[in-house]
């Protein structure tokens, strides 16, 4: 399987294999439901949880209205704390900094802290070709690497895997890349754990170059910080003499007392923890103290597009916090790879057609990858309505509309496939918008109730494979009433 | 006080039973209902669907038949969560587009007045004991727009507690979803009827005869699984509860 996801298939179809593996479905369902249960204890114990919700949305979206303006700061202050910036349009120009930073360095290893900014731009594979290797040091992320998988979650992208499945990976994959797993390996979590520290250690010290992404970025001191459980992103951070910092632009606050709100929300609602075990925060450089060199990459990547959107851009409000995926009975059912993109789940359906277009097929399917069930939305530290998005964007599959791409304004074409389903809204408008069209449709429903199939063509036999009909009555409640009440108002 | 009764269009036509059980319901507790012959749908499908432009004509079209009314009920969460979340999103759109507020002034004057059936019970008729008898073992599934669109809380739950002779049965897993979501039941078939059987199996685990929820989209999609699933319970919407009596019980 390779490490990106292009050319993948519409949701729907990359669904139906995950529906059916019992093993996923189970290895998913367990781990979903332990963090949403703990998660919904972690949570409960903050009185003021509501007003954390809503201060974290505000100063996010005050953040994003003056995006411009905190990007600059944030540019001085790093740079008078003795770091660089550099500004990527897009992955290529993002990659193609990194690499020639890299090689600048003489090294062609690298170790990397868990980042979702370094996966969605395909760091890694772009390293390679240019015949740099990157560590993933990540317990999880390194699983997903040595079994040349792909995430499928956004905090544990190893969700899919169970301990057999790991041990196994560790045992065959192990060797190849460095330090081999101990003899007769078994899949107690101790000895996992050990195995993939006694394996990552070896990496720590020798490399010079370390690449991170971070959950916040500070606009007033150009402090930047990763959270983290393991301990293994602080290695990453501390010891080697550069560090290479990839970060999406929306990921800024203005002050440090804005860290008050998303250091409590965050960690409650990602791990159910009440704070994350690691927080690591640096300022520039400091002599004799940590890298000696840092670069700080600003990624655009289809950020100021999708802020362009006036509904959709609540996007970028998001925290990363993956409690939408674990209480998201679609993701539970679906599994993450379906989604197509580093970024699984509701968010991800409403985030990925938004940074890469509706253009391609599984973009173009991912609005529809939800029940609009709201959970979502319910458990959201930043209150970003999804549900919301959702719609908004399936709207743009079906109608079109002007859209900001590449910073400019075009106008995108209803998505192809849906001509059938637009008749047939119109249809149901038109029949809807007059109650003697719809009771003669509904009376002759009635009428020839004997002679339904029990099966339905086309797109309905989705339904009638596994869900029975209702029968339709032998009288709509329409004609009831009128027969009864007498139809006293006189309508048609 | 006018009351209309707004039966949603999938009821009126698949399931007369439940407007039946709505007017007696209503008329036992003194409620004059009537129901306007020009209704026809809220246009939640074509909204949900991204056809929010089908579904205007729609919206205007409920509030011209409704918007004489002092309470409009609804025994749909779904289409409850229609009119009182989104239609002043829409109004709210139409404007942002530049088309004035025509839309929004529209729409207004019937979304503080639509309630869903339970919600008006205990919310306007204050009243949770309605009178029902219903002898039988039911569990009841909160519907995902009535209960994180509308908040129901647990309204629906406290007048199935006073029914007399009904035991109620805690359904595991109870807040989530079912897997219908309109036509997500079509576009994703293959997970929304995995979500299905996975409710249909927490419902067959309390041992109930009835699975009981406020909307019947909701109660086709999880009854069109029993019945495939060969479980032997059955789906009925609250309003055939509430309005069973001794006298003239549902069966």
Redo the contacts between chains.
């Keep these: 399987m390779s490490g990106t996801y292009l050319g993948m298939p519409a949701f729907p179809k990359a669904a139906h294999e995950a529906v059916h593996d019992a093993t996923l479905r189970g290895n998913l369902r367990h781990a979903t439901h332990t963090i949403r249960a703990k998660r919904a204890k972690a949570v409960a114990e903050v009185s003021d949880w509501t007003e954390l919700r809503e201060a974290g949305k505000r100063i996010k979206d005050h953040t994003l209205r003056h995006l411009d303006r905190y990007l600059v700061q944030l540019e001085e202050s790093v740079t008078a704390a003795g770091g660089t910036v550099h500004w990527a349009a897009d992955a290529d120009e993002a990659n193609r900094i990194v690499a020639d930073l890299v090689k600048a360095t003489g090294e062609s290893e690298v170790v990397k802290v868990k980042s979702m900014a370094t996966q969605e731009i395909g760091l890694n594979e772009a390293l390679l070709e240019e015949g740099i290797h990157a560590y993933e040091t990540d317990l999880a992320e390194l699983i997903v690497q040595l079994g040349k998988d792909r995430p499928s979650h956004i905090l544990v992208p190893a969700i899919h895997r169970n301990r057999g499945e790991i041990r196994d990976i560790f045992e065959r994959e192990m060797s190849e890349w460095g330090r081999p797993a101990p003899e007769g390996l078994t899949d107690t979590p101790a000895e996992l754990a050990e195995a993939a520290r006694l394996h990552l250690r070896e990496k720590f010290l020798r490399a010079k170059v370390g690449i991170s992404g971070a959950n916040f970025m500070v606009a007033e001191t150009g402090t930047l910080l990763v959270v983290e459980s393991e301990g293994n992103g602080r290695m990453c951070l501390t010891l080697p003499e550069t560090l290479i910092s990839v970060v999406g632009i929306e990921k800024i606050v203005p002050t440090w007392q804005d860290l008050e709100v998303f250091l409590q929300t965050l960690p409650r609602s990602s791990t159910a923890e009440r704070m994350n075990p690691y927080t690591t925060m640096w300022t520039g450089t400091t002599d004799g103290d940590g890298p000696s060199t840092f670069h700080l990459v600003l990624l655009d990547n289809g950020r100021t597009d999708t802020l362009a959107d006036e509904v959709g851009r609540q996007a970028l409000r998001c925290i990363r916090c993956s409690a939408c995926l674990n209480v998201c009975p679609v993701y539970e059912r679906a599994g993450g790879h379906a989604y197509g993109s580093v970024y699984p789940g509701p968010i991800g359906a409403i985030l990925s057609p938004q940074l890469r277009g509706v253009t391609s097929e599984i973009d173009a399917s991912l609005p529809y990858a939800s029940s609009l069930c709201g959970a979502c939305y319910e458990v959201c530290p930043v209150a970003i309505d999804i549900p919301e998005v959702l719609v908004h964007l399936r709207e743009r599959v079906v109608a079109g509309g002007e859209v900001t791409s590449k910073g400019n304004k075009v106008v995108l074409k209803p998505a192809k496939g849906h001509a059938a389903e637009r008749a047939a809204m119109r249809a149901a408008r038109w029949a809807f918008g007059r109650p003697g069209a719809l009771r003669t449709g509904q009376r002759l429903a009635s009428r020839t109730r004997r002679l339904h199939p029990r099966s339905l063509p086309g797109p309905g036999r989705a339904w009638s494979g596994t869900r029975d009909l209702p029968a339709v009555p032998a009288e709509p409640f329409r004609d009831w009433w009128q027969r009864t009440r007498g139809g006293k108002d006189g309508a048609k | 006080m006018r009351v209309a009764l707004f039966?949603t269009?999938v009821?009126?036509?698949?399931?007369?039973?439940t407007?039946?059980a709505v007017?007696k319901l209503l008329t036992r507790l003194g409620v004059e209902v009537?129901?306007?012959?020009?209704?026809?749908?809220c246009?939640q499908?074509?909204?949900?669907?991204?056809?929010?432009?089908?579904?205007e004509?729609?919206a205007r079209?409920f509030s011209d038949v409704f918007g004489e009314y002092d309470a409009i009920v609804t025994p749909s969460g779904s289409c409850g969560a229609m009119v009182r979340e989104l239609y002043p999103?829409m109004g709210e759109?139409a404007r942002?587009e530049g088309r004035g507020d025509t839309l929004a002034a529209t729409l207004a004057p019937v979304v503080p007045k639509t309630y869903e059936l339970t919600e008006f019970l205990v919310d306007v008729l204050e009243v949770t004991d309605v009178g029902a008898y219903y002898p039988h073992r039911v569990t009841y599934h909160p519907t995902?727009?009535g209960l994180?669109?509308l908040g129901l809380g647990d309204r629906p739950r406290r007048l199935l507690q006073a029914v007399r002779g009904l035991e109620l049965a805690e359904l595991p897993g109870a807040?989530?979803?079912c897997?219908?979501?309109?036509?997500?039941?079509?576009?994703?078939?293959?997970?929304?009827?995995?979500?299905?059987?996975d409710k249909v199996r927490n419902a067959e685990s309390t041992g109930a005869e009835v699975l009981c929820a406020a909307d019947n989209s909701c109660l086709?999609?999880i009854?069109?699984?029993m019945?495939?699933l060969r479980t032997g319970m059955r789906p009925v919407h609250i309003a055939e509860i509430l309005a069973s009596t001794e006298e003239e019980p549902a069966v």
């Design positions: 039966l269009c009821n009126d036509t698949l399931y007369p039973d407007g039946r007017v009537d129901f306007p012959m020009a209704q026809t749908c246009g499908a074509h909204y949900n669907t991204g056809y929010r432009h089908e579904a004509p729609l079209h999103r759109r942002a995902c727009h994180r669109g807040e989530e979803c897997g219908f979501g309109g036509t997500f039941a079509l576009k994703n078939s293959d997970v929304s009827a995995a979500m299905g059987a086709m999609h009854g069109g699984t019945a495939r």
